[in-house]
């Protein structure tokens, strides 16, 4: 079931079964049945860790998202909330509670596990409302790092990037500093720290710190990550505002994939059986399908540029219908078993197989449309630097042809990013064209967006076009299909996170002083001592002679979110021949252009008039 | 024995811990007629299994009826009015608590104290033969058990018995036995007997709660199991007199104490007796008994089997045979060989007996003869893993250093065992034996984490009480001996320094506490609030720092607050934070109090969208205009003034066309203007707000052709030349699906643009063929890719216009 996480060279599975660990401990300290009681939030993260029927077989009879108002009927001997510590899930917790005494009398046990932390707040706020006597237990369940893939781990906090620049409320970079020390008792601590950005800056002060906290009690591993980088969302702000080109951002960025899951149209799938993908819903509903590298194909699939998705899978379909001729050339009994035996994985490859192909005509129906490319050669006009300091004519036609917000505000300050800043009529200009036709209510949202600097008026030099010279951001010939730069996640531009990835190993920082003095926040470079005894040994002369030196580990943490596109730009790095280190990604938050602009915007609905 | 006291039970209360615990007294007046009274005050003395003087103190309290020991090794005194008192080893008064109302106003006249599965438990028996338990003095709560019916007279004899994990009582009346649950049950149970009782005078519960002892007044011993199912042995006493004290003897028998005479009765009927000089107290153990006397502290137990084997006269049991091949093989005989060759089979065995025998053994010498034994034998096993060997030497130095009579732990190995070696050091610590503790520790290699550190940590927080030593000592004391130690919480220190009353030394310690959480709650504890504020800012945790400002909120003056965190900014944007979540009227007040004007008028904008009617929510946007021009946002100024004056204008319309615009856009107000066919207003109002003329054209024709008006947008686009080209009129024709209508623009598309257009109403071929004429192969390349691969002939048509364009070239 997780035999995914633990292809890499960091072994997540053994992270995935310390919380599936803790999470039983958690169920078994409450005797006798239990009705689990969701907040939505965490019912998809707590499915990569725990499956429903490990639950059941630990007395988890019933399983109820946590909603205002009564839990339906049951006849369980313990309620048991599952939540994170948000004020806004409190009400509803004690109206359940409340509801379920007066029905029940005090005949049930209450539990509450905040996930990943205890809120003092929310504790108080149970006790305002009266409830928080009745729990037995009022516990935290420390889940903080899902593990997605081997590769990939992500806290899946959708509203971190919006705390911590609008609300400047750190609470969840202390939660990704636990998460950090949760993996540096696992896999070792991580000698050599690197960050780039503010908030970068206070994650890292903060681990040092936690360090000289804990460090009686540090298990004594030799490390097994050796470099820690820390990149701020802020650094590179434009990444992820761009249309991922690669397979698996394109899904992201016209599907959506939820804690490695995507939902898609039922009539469109012909893969006939489920044994392809996950667990199979209702048939009329979306279908769900699971997508990680548990499943071959995709794993060789997912990082390629679209353009290359259809000729891999017709070489792909050609091998398997090859695979299946052997049979003809099968004669003796040997050969007919040996044939045999290999069946299932083939019926399982050909499912595989036909779901991608499925997969990717509704991707490409989608990615061929007018609205889709129009954009996208806006994108990249953009990147260019092409006309990017006067009013945009598609952007203009977006707006009035009223085409949804999110994806004005994206092309918009896609501009924005790319020309240093508007001058200040221009944005005036903007700002007053989505106002008059999208409404007085996204006044706010406008604002949040100035705030994080996401739009902003020209100041200073215009730095941006000498970064992209110095960092090789925009690059002309990408071969789509067979590429050689990590530009070609995004045909053309190389994310500039990744970027900074890259040039720290190969040829080093120091380089790109000027550059990294460019961009916003501090320069990070720390070294965590560890005892002599547990360091890694130099490479020793027998390695250098047959001149294999196993490469680095690098840890890169994206603090606000990190897209599948550069995800794949990692991996692409890790994979070529001599890469001086393979790239191990964990993130507050898995995003796209369109629900980072999401979580940024603030939505007001009006209450409806009085009439009187 | 360290003392000279007569251990006589009716001139003392004596509570004596079990596993080697210490020793209480304290004189008893309850016997004594009121006359002979003697009017001070009572002492309390407490001592170790040696007798040696660990503390005394005056009792100042009520009547005292009787005196025990926690498991935690807390003193516990029950007074008459049923409340508990609870003393350390030190005699320093932890903490009390009552058996509740019934208890005080009925008096207790009899009192168990007992181990419950949840820890120690207390029964008290009040005057109207009820009894009131408590299952753990940790969490106190007061089970009142079923009354006996008809009851009259005190009962005879009770105990408390521990069956399916909960306490029972089981109370003698008159003949009859009845056995109480907590859960308000009263059973009469009868124990088989050969002649009936007519009264029960004495109950005894052997130490594992399985077997059960009876004296009756017709002189039988009764041994049976606890649930009284089975019978071992009646034993007639031929005495009358009701034993002072009937205990177990481990669980192998039993022993009553008459005035000089101890019985000891086993299951078999055999018995014998012991006398007395002098009074004894007994206290029963898992693996014996203890008998206190004045002048000595004996142990009787039945004699382990592993002894039993090797030192028994004539025994052949091949423990035996080694002992006796080792002392042979130091005489330098030969016959040493032949015991071993006698053995060679079962030489493991023996060496396992050995060992074992080792551990029974109180005298070091006897010991060492048998671990030699057991070396011995050890040389002739090839495989033999030696762990067993080392841990009971460990073992027996750690017991014989804890025996010695300076210490007056005299634990037997089995006790040890039962005990737990992490207990043993808790109560050397407990004693204060720190630097045997840590010994000990040292010895055995435990972690620092659970060892050393931790006992040093207890040593600290020891220190910091001592009074008459100055603070800097104290600090440096413990700073040079805890310094180079990891693990050891400073804040419990610093928590014992506060608690003795020592603030300026508990700070000073306070400051080596690496933890935050730690730290914190302590700083607030002692009343250094701001303090506590920075280093739970520096902490980055928060919800500490959350912690501490409901603190300070609850124990400040509103202001002060305020001016106390504005200067932290990090605090001050968490309770920002919390208002936004909690109390938008204080967030008010904060933006207010610090003229952050923006973000005052965002709240205003934000409220406007909650007000129901057009007034209020006019004049929220008023104020939001007012914010936004102080704080000089130009845009947003003119923004809301838009806003403002659009609300008005949507109020007109609705009252003169009769339907709803409000809350709708600029852009959306207009558009339905268009689409109702309301024309001059739809003018009149992209005057008054300006729209741009492109977005305007756009929307004019998106409206119309939406409303199906084709004759208004043909109209519309000769009215003069569209500023957005005529593709746009060609899309929304197709967009509302009318192509007879989208032909009549074509014409008038830039050439640029033709194709698409073409391509976009379906005519393929026409497309094709002005891509052909324009001499554009990528158009060409456009239309291929729309083509499928149903429409052939066009497919092959446009691949010989691309043959002959590459051709022409």
Not at chain 1, 119 to 132: Q, T
Not at chain 1, 248 to 276: R, Y
Not at chain 2, 118 to 129: C, F, H, P, S
Not at chain 2, 742 to 752: F, G, I, T
Request: hydrophobic share 40%; with cysteine; net charge neutral.
């Amino acid at each position: 079931m997780a035999s995914h996480l633990s292809s890499g060279r960091i072994n997540l599975a053994v992270l995935r079964e310390s919380y599936r660990r803790e999470l039983l401990e958690c169920l078994d300290r409450c005797t006798g049945s239990k009705a689990l009681v969701w907040d939505d939030a965490l019912t998809g993260p707590f499915s990569l860790i725990a499956e429903y029927s490990l639950l059941k077989e630990h007395g988890a009879d019933k399983m109820y998202p946590l909603r205002p108002g009564q839990l339906p009927r049951n006849n369980v001997a313990n309620i048991i909330f599952i939540c994170r510590p948000k004020l806004s899930l409190m009400d509803s917790v004690a109206q359940n509670v409340h509801r379920e005494e007066e029905t029940a009398g005090c005949m049930k046990e209450f539990h509450i596990f905040f996930v990943p932390r205890k809120s003092m707040l929310c504790e108080h706020k149970l006790k305002e409302l009266g409830v928080h006597g009745c729990f037995t237990n009022i516990d935290e369940y420390c889940l903080n790092l899902i593990p997605f893939d081997y590769d990939l781990l992500s806290m899946e906090m959708e509203s971190s990037f919006k705390e911590c620049y609008l609300q400047n409320d750190e609470t969840s970079l202390f939660y990704t500093v636990q998460a950090l020390m949760t993996l540096q008792t696992l896999y070792g601590v991580i000698p050599n720290i690197y960050g780039k950005g503010e908030l970068a800056k206070h994650v890292v002060d903060m681990m040092l710190r936690m360090r000289r906290e804990t460090v009686s009690t540090e298990q004594q591993i030799t490390p097994q990550i050796d470099n820690l980088l820390i990149l701020d969302r802020m650094v590179d702000p434009l990444t992820p505002l761009l249309s991922q080109l690669t397979y698996e951002g394109l899904i992201d960025e016209l599907f959506g994939i939820q804690n490695t899951m995507v939902k898609l149209p039922p009539e469109n799938l012909t893969t006939g059986d489920s044994s392809g993908g996950g667990p199979q819903e209702g048939s009329s509903e979306m279908k769900k399908l699971t997508l990680n590298s548990g499943e071959q194909l995709y794993a060789e699939l997912r990082d390629k540029n679209f353009s290359a998705v259809g000729a891999m899978l017709s070489r792909k379909a050609k091998l398997i219908s090859a695979q299946f001729d052997e049979r003809h050339a099968a004669k003796t009994v040997g050969e007919i078993k040996q044939f045999v035996s290999k069946l299932p994985h083939m019926q399982a490859a050909r499912t595989s197989l036909s779901t991608h192909v499925s997969i990717t005509e509704m991707v490409k129906e989608r990615s061929s449309t007018d609205e889709f490319l129009d954009a996208l050669h806006t994108q990249q006009d953009f990147f260019k630097g092409l006309d990017t300091d006067k009013a945009n004519p598609y952007i203009e036609d977006c707006i009035a042809r009223q085409e949804p917000i999110v994806k004005v505000l994206r092309l918009i300050c896609i501009q924005c990013m790319c020309n240093n800043g508007f001058r200040q009529k221009l944005l005036d200009y903007y700002k007053r064209e989505v106002i008059q036709t999208y409404g007085f209510e996204h006044m706010i949202t406008i604002q949040n967006l100035e705030a994080v600097r996401l739009l902003k008026t020209q100041e200073g030099s215009r730095s941006y076009p000498n970064i992209r010279k110095t960092l090789r951001l925009f690059v002309e010939e990408v071969k789509e299909q067979n590429p050689s730069d990590i530009a070609y996640v995004y045909s053309g531009y190389a994310p500039l996170s990744v970027r900074l990835a890259q040039f720290l190993h190969r040829p080093g920082w120091r380089s790109i002083t000027e550059v990294l003095s460019l961009l916003p926040g501090p320069t990070i470079e720390e070294v965590q001592q560890i005892p002599i005894g547990l360091r890694k040994r130099k490479s020793s002369i027998t390695s250098i002679q047959s001149g294999t030196v196993e490469p680095k580990v690098t840890l890169v943490l994206f603090l606000g979110g990190v897209t599948y596109a550069e995800i794949s730009a990692l991996r692409f790095l890790s994979q070529l021949e001599d890469a001086p280190a393979e790239y191990l990604v964990a993130t507050t938050k898995l995003i796209n252009g369109t629900n980072w602009i999401e979580s940024i915007m603030e939505t007001l609905s009006p209450k409806p008039m009085n009439p009187f | 024995m360290g003392w000279n006291v007569e251990v006589d039970p009716e001139k003392f209360l004596i509570a004596v811990a079990p596993y080697g615990g210490p020793i209480a007294l304290m004189r008893n007046d309850r016997n004594v007629p009121k006359a002979q009274r003697v009017a001070t005050k009572p002492f309390i003395n407490i001592y170790t299994s040696a007798g040696r003087d660990i503390a005394h103190f005056k009792w100042e309290s009520g009547s005292v009826i009787h005196l025990a020991w926690s498991c935690k090794e807390d003193l516990l005194c029950i007074q008459d009015d049923g409340v508990v008192l609870v003393y350390d080893i030190f005699g320093n008064i932890k903490r009390h608590f009552s058996m509740g109302q019934d208890a005080k106003d009925l008096h207790v006249i009899e009192c168990q104290v007992f181990n419950s599965y949840q820890g120690t438990g207390i029964a008290v028996l009040t005057t109207t033969y009820r009894l009131f338990v408590v299952n753990n003095i940790d969490d106190v709560r007061i089970r009142r058990l079923q009354a006996i019916p008809g009851m009259e007279d005190a009962p005879s004899c009770w105990a408390m018995l521990n069956r399916d994990q909960s306490p029972h009582a089981l109370m003698a009346s008159q003949a009859e036995l009845f056995l109480l649950d907590q859960t308000g049950k009263c059973d009469p149970v009868t124990p088989k007997m050969t002649s009936p009782a007519s009264r029960f005078l004495a109950i005894s519960v052997s130490f594992n709660n399985k077997y059960l002892a009876l004296f009756t007044d017709n002189q039988l011993l009764w041994i049976g199991s606890s649930d009284l199912q089975s019978v071992y042995c009646e034993l007639d006493t031929k005495c009358t007199m009701v034993p002072k004290q009937l205990v177990w003897c481990g669980t192998g028998a039993v022993v009553g104490y008459w005035e000089n005479i101890l019985l000891l009765a086993g299951p078999k009927k055999d018995w014998i007796k012991y006398t007395n000089e002098t009074p004894v107290y007994l206290l029963p153990e898992a693996d014996g008994l203890r008998i206190i006397g004045q002048y000595s502290h004996e142990f009787l137990q039945r004699v382990p089997k592993a002894i039993e084997d090797i030192l028994k006269i004539g025994s052949m049991a091949s423990g035996a045979l080694l002992y006796e091949a080792i002392k042979e093989f130091q005489k330098g005989s030969q016959r040493a060989d032949e015991y071993i060759r006698l053995i060679r089979e079962t030489l493991d065995e023996a060496v396992a007996q050995c060992i074992e025998a080792a551990g029974h053994e109180w005298e070091p010498s006897k010991q060492k003869m048998l671990l030699r034994a057991a070396t011995f034998g050890k040389c002739f096993l090839t495989d033999y893993s030696p762990d067993a060997f080392v841990n009971m030497c460990q073992m027996l130095r750690v017991l014989n250093a804890v025996r010695d009579y300076n210490i007056g732990i005299p634990l037997t190995y089995t006790q040890l065992e039962k005990l737990t070696l992490p207990v043993l050091i808790d109560r050397l610590v407990l004693r204060r034996h720190y630097c045997l503790a840590i010994r000990i520790c040292n010895y055995l290699k435990l972690p620092e984490a659970e060892g050393s550190s931790r006992i040093l940590a207890h040593w600290a927080c020891y220190k910091v009480q001592q009074k008459h030593v100055p603070d800097e000592e104290v600090a440096h004391a413990i700073a040079s001996k805890l310094d180079d130690m990891s693990g050891v919480s400073y804040a419990d220190i610093a928590n014992g320094a506060f608690e003795g009353g020592r603030v300026k030394l508990a700070l000073k310690l306070l400051d080596h506490e690496p933890k935050a959480a730690e730290q914190v709650p302590l700083l607030m504890k002692m009343k250094k609030d701001e303090l506590a504020l920075l280093k739970a800012i520096e902490s980055g945790d928060t919800d500490l720092v959350y912690t501490v400002l409901r603190n300070l909120r609850e124990n400040m003056p509103s202001g002060d607050f305020l001016m106390c965190i504005r200067t932290k900014p990090i605090a001050y944007n968490l309770f920002i934070q919390d208002c936004r979540q909690q109390n938008r009227k204080m967030l008010q007040d904060l933006y207010c109090q610090e003229d952050s004007f923006l973000e005052q008028a965002n709240l205003r904008v934000v409220d406007s969208y909650d007000e129901d009617s057009l007034e209020t929510r006019l004049s929220c946007l008023l104020s939001a205009h007012e914010g936004y021009s102080k704080a000089k946002c130009d845009w947003a100024t003119k923004q809301t003034e838009e806003q403002m004056r659009l609300l008005r204008f949507q109020r007109q319309l609705e009252d003169e066309l009769k339907d709803q615009y409000l809350d709708l856009s600029v852009h959306q107000t207009i558009y339905r203007l268009v689409l109702q066919n309301k024309h001059r207003h739809a003018e009149n109002m992209r005057r008054e707000f300006k729209v741009p003329e492109r977005r305007y054209w756009w929307l004019k024709i998106s409206a119309l052709a939406q409303a199906g008006d084709w004759l208004e947008l043909e109209k519309f686009s000769k009215s003069k030349k569209s500023p957005i080209g005529y593709e746009p009129f060609v899309e929304v024709c197709i967009q509302n699906k009318n192509r007879f209508e989208a032909q009549k623009y074509l014409s008038r598309v830039l050439p640029d643009n033709k194709v698409t257009c073409y391509i976009k109403t379906g005519q393929l071929e026409q497309a094709a063929e002005i891509a052909f004429e324009r001499k554009n192969d990528e158009e060409l390349s456009t239309v291929l890719a729309k083509c499928g691969t149903t429409n052939r002939g066009l497919t092959e048509k446009i691949h010989t216009m691309k043959v002959q364009l590459s051709s022409h070239r």
